[in-house]
């Protein structure tokens, strides 16, 4: 059994929030699965009845142009997309393992389900921690508020989404 180049780690990176949702573009499974993107495409179009809008969606001209600005996905003028992308959702990625059935696009989808699962822990982990500390900045005096700051401003930072410096191969 082949096993994609990519390590598994690198799968959080590719994940990304569109229309406040966790989404993972098609050029970025594609790569996963070891398949070019048209191929990925291709098998998503012969069963477009197993993608409904919450579990799949294309991407509008503008979130393909945020995307190019953030350098996730190349500019068509260097080699890059001709079309626009598909974006699928958590449901949209575990759908792919009935239409891609081979024991990679399995093991990949095993990887990507245990992505998501951490990201959303880390995110649950935030939201408490973040709680916890409006407790203690409430209770202590106010020469502890740089120091508070200091932790929101961390905390900021480690939310931001990482760019990815690479684009994407086309389709």
Do not use: C
């Not at 780690?9 to 406040?20: C, G």
């Not at 993107?37 to 945020?66: C, G, W, Y």
């Not at 080699?79 to 093991?107: C, D, H, W, Y």
């Not at 939201?127 to 203690?136: G, I, P, S, V």
């Amino acid at each position: 059994m082949t096993m994609p180049t990519e390590p598994f780690t690198s799968i959080e990176t590719k994940i990304h929030v569109i229309r406040a949702q966790r989404v993972m573009l098609d050029s970025d499974l594609a790569e996963l699965y070891g398949i070019q993107t048209m191929h990925l495409n291709q098998a998503v179009r012969r069963n477009a009845d197993r993608f409904p809008s919450d579990f799949m969606f294309t991407l509008t001209i503008q979130e393909l142009r945020n995307l190019i600005s953030q350098n996730v996905i190349s500019s068509s003028a260097w080699g890059g997309r001709r079309k626009p992308a598909l974006a699928f959702t958590e449901q949209g990625v575990a759908m792919l393992s009935s239409v891609l059935n081979s024991p990679t696009a399995i093991q990949v989808n095993i990887a990507i389900m245990r992505a998501f699962v951490q990201m959303r822990r880390v995110l649950l982990s935030n939201a408490e921690f973040e709680t916890r500390l409006n407790e203690l900045e409430s209770k202590y005096d106010r020469n502890f508020g740089i120091v508070f700051k200091a932790i929101r401003d961390l905390m900021d930072v480690a939310s931001t989404p990482r760019k990815r410096i690479q684009g994407l191969g086309s389709e």
